[in-house]
């Protein structure tokens, strides 16, 4: 059954954007009350023209509203309610469709649903204290991954930390309510550093020589002498993949609200770049035939992420070769590349990533090739 709403003004407001594939568009803007008397925003974005977004706005109004002088759910003289954590999130959520990927928002979803909500949900933001900030944050620092076990890192919840804090910083503009997160003291834990994992190009060889299907033979030696990400890859379109050169300008998302399985987006950079590939590549696309359909890989569908990497997982087992993540590949690439004597600006250009993130990521790779180097001097 599709939704539907009361709606007591037929006032709308128009947002003019620039999209790089489409150009112009506009966004639809207008409020709605729900079945339940809530009253919010509504959004509908890309129409083409003025004239596209006004029609639009007419055909939801007449299939889906019924128009009402004012809220018929809302109680008579009601006394001025302060507004509680889970409205203001989902209030705060809403107002980030113009700076977010989609996938970016799904994730905040997840961490206000699974980390901050279970706790603060019915809780009036007036009543946010700084003792009850400290004492959720030392729960946070305290809770296990109930899929493995262990404590969560460091940096994840950091993250999360920084998102609950993003959030009442906004509050804090928007409805005066402190956020007491920037006088508090960050939690700290010392972690080991997780080694780095990634294959040699021997122990690339090794691997690859097993794989016998054409598809996962090309996917596997993309992954590996590219180093691009594997949504990049799975949004292959044939016409991307030249003789000497690949042009990446999308990804596969999956990370969706419930419009598909899958989506096609911006790169991870919103950019689009025509990268060179090496021999190694050239002569795979010679040797492969991508199957009929809109993708290099997969055909009609793109590849999903599990299906590669339970298919990497059984090679991994066939060759014997040490158990990498799909992720390690690319790091295997920049591993391969310093080690050849390539400088930083060239990597980054390579897997279109920032200079500052690949000194970040890769710079102790890096350091050992200079300490090598200077033993050689006697």
Request: charged letters at 30%.
């Amino acid at each position: 059954m599709s939704e539907h709403y009361y709606i007591s003004s037929n006032k709308y407001s128009l947002r003019e954007r620039n999209t790089k594939k489409r150009g112009k568009v506009y966004d639809l803007l207008f409020r709605v009350i729900t079945m339940d008397g809530e009253e919010k925003q509504m959004q509908i974005r890309g129409f083409a023209t003025k004239g596209l977004a006004k029609q639009g706005y007419m055909e939801f109004v007449t299939e889906k509203c019924e128009l009402v002088k004012r809220n018929p759910l809302k109680k008579k003289n009601p006394q001025k309610e302060e507004p509680t954590v889970g409205e203001l999130v989902r209030a705060y959520l809403a107002t980030l469709g113009n700076v977010n990927k989609e996938s970016v928002i799904y994730d905040k979803h997840n961490i206000f649903r699974n980390y901050i909500l279970p706790d603060y949900e019915n809780i009036k933001a007036k009543n946010i204290t700084e003792e009850s900030l400290y004492n959720w944050q030392d729960r946070m620092w305290a809770m296990k991954n109930e899929k493995n076990g262990k404590y969560f890192s460091h940096k994840y919840l950091t993250k999360i930390r920084g998102l609950f804090s993003t959030f009442l910083t906004w509050v804090e503009k928007r409805y005066g309510y402190k956020n007491y997160f920037l006088i508090m003291d960050k939690p700290k834990r010392r972690s080991p550093k997780k080694e780095m994992l990634f294959w040699t190009r021997e122990e690339f060889e090794q691997f690859i020589a097993v794989v016998d299907d054409p598809t996962w033979h090309a996917l596997f030696t993309f992954m590996f002498f590219t180093g691009r990400r594997k949504g990049e890859l799975f949004a292959l379109f044939p016409e991307d993949v030249r003789e000497k050169t690949i042009s990446f300008s999308k990804s596969v998302n999956r990370r969706t609200f419930g419009k598909g399985t899958w989506e096609i987006t911006t790169t991870k950079e919103d950019k689009e770049c025509i990268i060179p590939i090496c021999k190694v590549v050239q002569d795979e696309i010679k040797n492969y035939a991508p199957k009929d359909g809109k993708f290099y890989f997969g055909g009609d569908q793109p590849l999903a992420a599990t299906t590669v990497a339970r298919v990497f997982d059984k090679y991994i087992e066939r060759a014997g070769v040490k158990r990498i993540r799909i992720h390690d590949l690319r790091h295997s690439f920049v591993s391969m590349l310093i080690h050849l004597g390539a400088n930083f600006i060239v990597v980054a250009d390579l897997i279109s990533d920032t200079v500052e993130q690949v000194i970040k990521t890769y710079g102790h790779l890096y350091q050992e090739d200079m300490d090598n180097i200077l033993a050689k001097i006697v």
